[in-house]
């Protein structure tokens, strides 16, 4: 990471100073201290302008928005408080974005919206909703299809409930910007209502609309400031000089002009010049891209200006946001705008609590926020949380720097991790098929052969280079290639199989000094880094490939799936052989295993729910088998499965009575969560679940975690039920070891139910362990294969 970036990780990411490998016990008792945070005066943030301009980002503003020309602009960011926004909107939908933003719940389709205005239009909506529209532009919702998507989505906030509320609580608001409509050809030869092309040629103007819009799917006239201008992108020009004498004229109709005046007033201006300008930027000459964007600049410049010198507006608080991103595809990454807020407060990071990150903003947080302004209740299906000042702002720079390294992290991820994937189930099927030939009782010629041949060692390296890989993407290099595009794909591709080859040559080595397997030495190391980056917030998973993504909004604090499934995995084997290697330590390990199932369930540390249940599943079957009873029978089985549900019930009632007797602003969803349950009743249990589920069928079917879950299912069954004892004949005699592969199946199983994502936490869960059956197979067969040889019973 670049010095920029550093900068901003340390700031956006709280780091703490001490680390957590050496207090894996104090994970019981231990958590961040809670940080005071200001928050903006619920009056003195009205009157509220909020611009809207799609596309923008931190380089955009660095490069055009803090040069000498734009002065007005340039102060409002330097005393401003700022963030990164996430619009948290599906690809190729960009009235998504809109809807999140409107809602404060995440809908992922927009395929219900309409967009619409005309006498066909006002029909439509007549028809839907059984009464006549007022006149002006409207935007039509298919309200029962969002509704169920809403349900779906496990929130029931009544779509429409923001705007609804601004009104009813005297908030004057106009909407102005792009109000061109265009018609779509018919399909299938018939007529469909003219609809914003807000997506392609045309501004996002009616798509900022449902900021406004009510619980009846209609929103009230738009004031049009652009002309057609054929030089113009998009043949249109926004009029960005009427904005002040349109604001002041809306003001001074009801006297809003006075000093003594309570009015509260809300103008949203969308415009999509900057949308517009990156649609075409391929086509046009690099000085008329230039000069584009710096007119851009200056306009906003002037409106900053005056609003700055406005008796009336300056009062207020002004939003400047960028809603949607250049690149939908997800290809580039793009996905992550600007949004600066200036009021009357000092500069500041602002703090989402739903992504609990400095200098993070959440799309479905600002519904709440304007709700929290306005003095509106807010409903209890939404998911949003306003907004608050955190730690002292990032500097410009900073947040380009941060933003473009997420960027590059989600773009790279989807060209990565298919490969490693790949290689890692590649692995393990060829290793099963290896093992499996040399435990043949009648050996061919050929299969002597394979026995002396170096094929078996290379085997074991490569097992332990797939166990590998998941630690060496924890590297931040790997994220951040020197090159962009296909050259950083097969950089991080080239550093992880170098990086990783490393590690389980040295793991290969330590394993053979220490008595142990090497998927064993891996899996201490992959236990002992994700640890100390959970207790220490060292960022580490948020910048991994294999984690999850911020981009995204899938996981934004604590540990995510992937990484939950590879701690079990590795922390279970890790302790089972060490504790068969070294008795002595037993206890030891039980107790660090304990403390690790705690931090993953800790609302302020790993704040995995899902997780913490399959953690505590696996660690409490495999104490109970390690020093009660591990024999293979069916009732004792039982029991050690019965004492894993105790302990993950226990972990998680400890960690919800934490969570819910914390303040509101550090709670996580954890408490939020229970608390929807309770308002809602089981129809939003029953939602959840089937969310998971769907989710979870999705994954099975087209993710390629998917193959490395059935892969590592195969080989840890053989390893129990084949013949002759099954790839690992000494599990026999290793109960310890036995056990330990039951609580990882048994803590996968969890994991598989219990997570949005339970296919990647169950795969990472057995990845291990079916690395360690492996490796321990080709070491017996060898061993078998050798006395054969000597003529030896």
């Known amino acids: 990471m670049n010095g920029g970036s550093g900068m901003v990780g340390r700031r956006l990411g709280r780091k703490r100073p001490w680390l957590g490998v050496v207090v894996a016990l104090a994970l019981v008792v231990g958590s961040g201290v809670p940080v005071q945070m200001a928050e903006p005066s619920a009056r003195a943030g009205w009157p509220l302008m909020v611009v809207i301009l799609d596309g923008l980002d931190w380089a ?3 490069r055009f928005a803090m040069g000498e020309r734009t002065p007005h602009l340039r102060a409002l960011i330097q005393g401003a408080a700022r963030a990164v926004y996430n619009p948290l909107s599906p690809f190729r939908a960009g009235a998504g ?37 007022s006149p002006g532009a409207r935007v039509l919702l298919d309200l029962p299809r969002l509704r169920e998507e809403s349900r779906a989505a496990g929130s029931f906030a009544p779509l429409g409930w923001l705007g609804e509320g601004l009104r009813e609580a005297g908030v004057r608001v106009v909407l102005m910007g792009d109000d061109r409509w265009v018609a779509p050809p018919a399909e299938g030869g ?4 003219p609809v914003a092309a807000w997506a392609g040629r045309s501004s996002p103007l009616a798509a900022a609309g449902l900021l406004l819009v009510d619980t009846r799917g209609e929103i009230g006239a738009v004031r049009p400031l652009t002309v057609e201008d054929p030089s113009a ?14 604001l002041r004229d809306m003001a001074a109709a009801d006297g809003a002009d006075r000093e003594t005046t309570a009015d509260r007033m809300l103008a949203v201006v969308a415009s999509g010049d900057l949308w517009r300008r990156l649609q075409e930027e391929p086509e046009m ?29 300056s009062r207020g608080s002004l939003l400047l946001l960028g809603a949607t991103a250049r690149s939908m595809d997800g290809r580039d990454g793009r996905l992550l705008s600007a949004i600066v807020w200036r009021g009357p407060w000092e500069p500041r990071a602002l703090r989402s609590l739903t992504a609990r990150r400095d200098g993070l903003v959440m799309a479905i947080d600002l519904a709440p ?127 992880v199989a170098a990086g990783a080859a490393g590690v389980a040559w040295v793991a290969r080595r330590a394993g053979r000094r220490l008595g142990v397997s090497a998927a064993a030495v891996i899996a201490a190391l992959s236990m002992a880094v994700l640890a100390a980056d959970v ?38 084997v890790a302790a089972g052989e060490l504790g068969e290697r070294w008795p002595r330590a037993s206890w030891a390990l039980t107790l660090i295993l304990l403390g690790l199932a705690w931090m993953v369930a800790a609302p302020d540390l790993g704040a995995n729910v899902g997780g913490s249940l399959a953690m505590a599943t696996g660690v409490g079957v495999a104490a109970a088998g390690w020093y009660a009873d591990a024999r293979p029978r069916l009732r004792a089985a039982v029991a050690r499965a019965l004492t894993g549900a105790a302990l993950a019930a226990c972990l998680v009632g400890i960690a919800w009575a934490l969570d819910v007797g914390a303040a509101a602003a550090e709670q996580s969803h954890l408490a939020l969560t229970a608390q929807k349950a309770q308002e809602l009743g089981p129809a939003y249990v029953i939602s959840v679940a089937a969310r998971k589920l769907a989710l979870n069928w999705r994954l099975l079917r087209y993710s390629l975690y998917s193959r490395v879950l059935f892969t590592a299912m195969v080989v840890v069954m053989a390893a129990f039920w084949l013949p002759a004892g099954g790839l690992l004949r000494a599990l026999t005699d290793h109960p310890r070891m036995r056990v330990t592969l039951e609580a990882s199946a048994l803590g996968a199983a969890v994991a598989l139910v219990a997570n949005d994502s339970g296919v990647t936490a169950a795969a990472g869960a057995l990845l291990v362990p079916a690395a360690w059956v492996l490796e321990r197979a080709l070491d017996a067969a060898l061993a078998a294969r050798a006395t054969r040889a000597h003529g030896e019973p």
């Not at 018939?190 to 209502?193: F, G």
């Not at 000069?291 to 005056?306: E, F, I, K, T």
């Not at 590059?408 to 098929?433: E, F, K, P």
């Not at 220490?536 to 995510?560: K, N, P, Q, T």
Request: glycine share 12%; aromatic share 8%.
């Open 60 to 62: 955009w503003l660095d």
């Open 97 to 133: 974005a809109y809807l999140n933003l409107a809602t404060g719940v995440r809908i992922e389709s927009a395929g219900a919206v309409r967009l619409a205005a005309g006498e066909t239009a006002a029909g439509i909506f007549e028809r839907r909703a059984g009464y006549p529209p």
């Open 190 to 193: 018939v007529d469909l209502p």
């Open 233 to 246: 992108p998009g043949g249109l020009r926004t009029q960005w000089e009427r904005v002040p004498a349109l």
């Open 285 to 313: 000459a690099a000085p008329v891209r230039e000069s584009h964007h710096r007119s851009l600049a200056r306009a906003l410049d002037q409106l900053v200006g005056w609003w700055q010198a406005d008796p009336y507006w």
């Open 369 to 495: 926020t304007l709700a929290r302004m306005a003095g509106i209740p807010v409903p209890s299906g939404v998911i949003g949380r306003p907004l608050v000042l955190g730690s002292p702002a990032p500097s410009v720079e900073a947040l380009r720097d941060w933003a473009d390294a997420r960027a590059l992290v989600w773009s790279g991820r989807m060209r990565v991790m298919s490969d490693l994937i790949t290689a890692q189930v590649l692995v393990l099927a060829a290793g099963l098929a290896l093992a499996a030939a040399l435990r043949v009782g009648r050996p061919s010629g050929w299969v002597r052969a394979l026995a002396g041949s170096r094929l078996p060692g290379l085997a074991r390296l490569a097992l332990a280079w797939a166990v590998a890989v998941p630690l060496v993407l924890l590297h931040p290099w790997v994220a951040v290639p020197p090159a962009t595009g296909w050259g950083g794909t097969t950089w991080s591709l080239a550093a």
């Open 535 to 572: 207790i220490g917030h060292l960022d580490l998973i948020a910048r991994s490939f294999m984690g999850y993504d911020l981009i995204g909004g899938a996981r934004l604090y604590g540990i995510g799936n992937e990484h939950v499934g590879l701690l079990l995995g590795s922390a279970l």
